[in-house]
């Protein structure tokens, strides 16, 4: 039987991948980021973790706002990494589990989560601005990548993702194949990227939130999106993707890495939790 390790929860912000491509470990402004991901590289290797269901948004890489799906899973060998503004970016290929991931979809579909399957997708940075941080290349991992859409409404509630969540759980424990999986949510934290208050940064608002996610999560989980953008502006809409990550968690969990930054245009957290029993 799958054995469910654990959930990482991460910022995908655009700016990763340009602190990332331009190597700016060492850059003063930017070391603190890589720091902060050292613990999610040593976890994922000590768990042996085998695949990565990760839920993330498209940023119009795949899907566009004439057609784009409420959730969407994909199903390949592996998958293109998005052109998104200067080529394809050079990073190592993402493969996935088709047949782990042909089940996650059926289960989930069954359980009345209806999805778009896709045999095809191109990753965009809401999967891969965090990745090469989190994990030496080539990837020890394989990939299920779980699209949500948070950027065209209507976007889905927290407590749909929460539910969510638990059926992800329920299945990866019921799959008969002996791997380990692990979650990972992903958005946020604050921020808001136009008009009058473009880029707002809510520091004691993120920092709060961080507090109720891990010990009182379902005090959020009837909030409208609407509540998670009045507090952390517009784009903390993606934070609702973060619920699929603690839905699947038992309600205490232990914490195994925390940290939080104030990165440019927006918060920027990760999170490592397990299950506390």
Request: charged content about 25%; hydrophobic content about 40%.
């Amino acid at each position: 039987m799958a054995n469910f390790v654990g959930g990482i929860c991460t910022s995908h912000n655009g700016s990763l991948m340009h602190g990332w491509d331009h190597n700016l470990r060492d850059d003063p402004t930017w070391k603190p980021v890589f720091e902060s991901y050292e613990p999610v590289q040593k976890w994922i290797l000590d768990k042996k973790v085998d695949v990565l269901f990760f839920v993330y948004n498209d940023h119009v890489s795949n899907f566009f706002f004439d057609c784009y799906p409420t959730l969407a899973i994909g199903i390949a060998e592996e998958y293109e990494h998005a052109d998104e503004g200067k080529g394809p970016r050079d990073l190592a290929t993402p493969y996935g589990d088709v047949a782990f991931s042909r089940y996650m979809a059926d289960k989930l579909i069954r359980d009345d989560f209806d999805l778009t399957v896709c045999q095809k997708m191109k990753i965009d940075h809401g999967l891969m601005g965090p990745m090469p941080y989190m994990s030496a290349q080539p990837w020890p991992v394989k990939f299920v990548p779980f699209c949500v859409n948070v950027i065209q409404h209507p976007i889905p509630s927290a407590k749909r993702l929460w539910n969510l969540g638990k059926s992800i759980r329920k299945a990866v424990e019921e799959y008969p194949e002996d791997i380990n999986v692990a979650i990972v949510g992903t958005g946020g934290l604050s921020h808001e990227l136009q008009g009058s208050d473009f880029g707002r940064v809510e520091i004691d608002w993120d920092n709060e939130f961080l507090d109720k996610f891990e010990h009182e999560p379902e005090s959020m989980v009837n909030w409208d999106v609407q509540d998670f953008m009045d507090r952390g502006g517009s784009e903390s809409a993606e934070t609702v993707m973060w619920f699929t990550m603690r839905g699947a968690m038992t309600a205490k969990v232990k914490r195994i890495h925390r940290n939080y930054y104030r990165g440019l245009l927006t918060g920027m957290a990760v999170l490592i939790f397990e299950d506390d029993q």
